[in-house]
């Protein structure tokens, strides 16, 4: 047999294994191919953007390790290496910008002085894939951030700098939604905080709170934009408080009914993301999630399938809610080829995404109900070995790219053919 036919072969046994379980894998494999993951832009070139050529990254503890060969310096470079990830992955993809990844015609313009001209190059490179674009401001890596605050700031010169970039950013994401026939997400995540005890953190938390009433102000079609607040446990350089924690993003957002971000990376080390993603879904429309990988805290590692992205996972598709939860990556590793990184973190979220699909969630339910919970433990058990890996070669097979590890030696000669030349 060849290549094709084993695989093929392989999901005609596996998918009878599945189905004496009442597991339809066609149905999983459908669902699965409607999911679209939105790839963050930054690991092309280590969170640099195109706004200044000798930008440092300042502000949050955002930090990138490593110095792998192959970074892109241009936008034509990283729009190179962005068509060479979508061509190597299965399923739906979106791409998500930051603000400073704008065509600024190597003049410098300010964040409060952004327009979607800016980014009309990104639209178009988005229409021609057929993909939607998400968007985020820019609150750090500013001489306006330096002293810790933005949209928080006490200095009031500052602060009205940072909500007319906010608003800015959110009319270009309602841009980008309306010309591409899908709403954009714009995401706010500021660094503000303080580095030791605090005396008036209600004031800090006040004026976040008066920024984001001002931002929101302005009205955006729901088809064309959807607002998500993204909050963080420290920052390096924010350790002893931070502005925007959780308590305070899911406040603002329940009550507004904005999309609260969940960073997996921004929490206490032993805290789960994936419980409280059916909490928020009580009180909110929709959420946004952040994958990332943190080893000890928020080092934002590739994505692997782990436990942690598994649960993730399995809550979304339990709670019924791949259509309420927006799914985008968030990590940089420039420790190792970063088309490598991408390929690898959006294949390990799709697969938990099948993984969980192909759960007999009615009969686990079933034992639940009953508390038949050697049942559900057991049955639980028994699905880590069914052969999960044929389906997803199968749905790699549909899809028109590299099966199993195929895709490894096509990166490679990618790094041979561009990569090492810049």
């Known amino acids: 047999m060849n290549k094709k036919e084993l695989v093929e072969k392989g999901y005609e046994l596996a998918k009878a294994q599945y189905a004496a379980l009442g597991v339809n894998t066609d149905e999983a494999l459908k669902q699965l191919k409607e999911v679209q993951i939105s790839l963050h832009c930054w690991q092309t070139d280590d969170v640099g ?32 290496d962005l068509d060479k990830v979508l061509e190597l992955l299965p399923g739906r993809q979106r791409l998500n910008l930051h603000a400073i990844y704008g065509e600024f015609g190597g003049k410098l313009v300010d964040r409060d002085q952004i ?46 700098f940072w909500i007319e970039h906010v608003k ?60 998500a607040m993204e909050s963080k446990l420290f920052g390096i350089g924010a350790e002893a408080m931070t502005v925007g924690s959780h308590d305070f993003y899911l406040s603002y957002a329940a009550k507004n009914n904005k999309m609260i971000c969940l960073d997996n990376g921004h929490f206490h080390p032993t805290e789960q993301v994936g419980d409280k993603i059916s909490s928020c879904l009580l009180f909110v429309d929709e959420l946004l999630l952040h994958v990332t990988r943190p080893i000890r ?44 990184a991408y390929v690898i973190g959006t294949r390990a979220m799709q697969q938990a995404l099948l993984f969980a699909l192909l759960e007999p969630i009615a009969t686990l339910t079933k034992y639940e109900n009953e508390g038949r919970s050697f049942e559900r433990l057991a049955l639980l058990e028994v699905m880590k070995a069914k052969p999960f890996g044929a389906i997803w070669e199968y749905f790699c097979l549909q899809q028109g790219t590299p099966v199993g590890e195929e895709y490894i030696s096509d990166i490679l000669q990618y790094e041979k053919d561009v990569l090492l030349k810049r």
């Open 49 to 80: 953007g195109f706004e200044r050529p000798d930008a440092e990254l300042t502000g949050g503890g955002i930090q990138v390790t490593g110095n792998y060969p192959g970074k892109a310096k241009t936008i034509a470079q990283m729009r190179q």
């Open 115 to 160: 327009e979607v001209k800016h980014f009309q190059g990104w639209i178009d490179w988005a229409k021609k894939h057929g993909i939607g674009l998400d968007f985020n401001c820019t609150n750090f890596s500013h001489s306006r951030a330096e002293d810790g605050f933005t949209l928080s700031s006490k200095n009031e010169e500052n602060r009205k």
């Open 168 to 227: 800015r950013c959110r009319l270009i994401a309602a841009e980008m939604g309306k010309q591409l026939g899908m709403p954009a997400v714009h995401n706010i995540w500021i660094p503000d905080g303080s580095k030791d005890i605090p005396v008036d953190r209600y004031t800090h938390r006040a004026l976040l709170k008066d920024s984001l009433d001002q931002i929101f102000a302005v009205k955006y079609p729901k088809e064309h934009l959807k607002d």
């Open 297 to 340: 805290w928020d080092s934002d590692h590739v994505v692997i399938l782990n436990d942690d992205i598994m649960l993730i996972a399995q809550e979304i598709v339990r709670c019924k809610a791949l259509n309420r939860v927006n799914i985008g990556l968030d990590y940089f590793d420039a420790s190792m080829n970063r088309i490598g």
